[in-house]
């Protein structure tokens, strides 16, 4: 079974510096995506960034970038130039590609990690 | 195109009586899971369905929940019965195919209350 751990329940940073959330996973598939998603105070789940196990390449989206290493099976978070704005829980989540008749595809999440940005 | 919505956002029930959170995925959108998130937790997989097909039902509890895509209509989660212990948020998640994790889209959720 997958597994997503998530180390640090809560982290502050000062506004405009630069963050790094960590998240480490289990799993003996070779192919599955890994994401981050933000859940601000209105509990809206947004993705932030996506990752295919098969790319090397780290994903990044403007001031959000990844570290993933895959051998050991960790994924990190890293937030440039932080804003007020990006005061969030943040969720590491693990998933499988969807199998014709199958049943996986659902999203495996960590216990999240409550970021403060403070001015 | 709309986003995936979900209502009621809130709800409210005393304990023994039915909640039924409903789900419209977006358009052209077949494939729905359901999640719960418990205060201070990560979400939690409930069930996947297709249209009018349960096709993964590991995450629910065995008793009291059930859910439901028909043909026509959003998909809705009915708990029976409530207990204190079912106050959570659900969240519904709709996906374009069979692609499974690669394209999930979040509703806002619906946040219950038991009393």
């Known amino acids: 079974a997958q597994t997503v751990t998530q180390s640090q329940p809560e982290m502050s940073v000062q506004e405009a510096e630069t963050v790094t959330l960590s998240c480490t996973y289990d799993?003996?598939?070779?192919?599955?995506?890994l994401f981050w998603y933000k859940q601000p105070p209105s509990r809206q789940m947004i993705l932030v960034i996506r990752?295919?196990?098969?790319?090397?390449q780290n994903a990044t989206e403007n001031r959000f970038s990844v570290n993933f290493q895959k051998a050991a099976k960790s994924f990190s978070l890293k937030i440039s130039d932080s804003q007020l704005g990006d005061t969030a829980m943040y969720f590491c989540?693990?998933?499988?590609?969807?199998?014709?008749?199958?049943?996986?595809?659902?999203?495996?999440f960590g216990k999240g990690t409550k970021l403060s940005v403070k001015p | 195109n709309a986003g995936v919505m979900q209502n009621p956002r809130h709800l409210v029930r005393r304990r023994g009586q039915e909640a039924r959170l409903r789900c419209s995925p977006m358009?052209?959108?077949?494939?729905v899971y359901w999640y719960r998130q418990l205060p201070e937790e990560g979400l939690k997989f409930m069930v996947y369905?297709?249209?009018?097909?349960?096709?993964?039902e590991s995450g629910m509890p065995k008793e009291r929940f059930s859910a439901e895509f028909p043909k026509e209509g959003p998909s809705i989660l009915r708990i029976q019965q409530v207990v204190r212990g079912d106050s959570a948020a659900y969240f519904c998640?709709?996906?374009?195919?069979?692609?499974?994790?690669?394209?999930?889209?979040f509703g806002p959720g619906t946040r219950l209350t038991v009393t």
């Open positions: 998640a709709s996906s374009p195919s069979g692609q499974g994790a690669g394209e999930q889209y």
């Open positions: 799993t003996s598939e070779s192919n599955y995506y």
């Open positions: 990752q295919e196990a098969y790319k090397q």
């Open positions: 989540a693990f998933g499988l590609p969807g199998r014709v008749g199958g049943s996986q595809g659902n999203l495996i």
């Open positions: 358009k052209g959108h077949s494939h």
């Open positions: 369905l297709q249209k009018e097909n349960i096709i993964d």
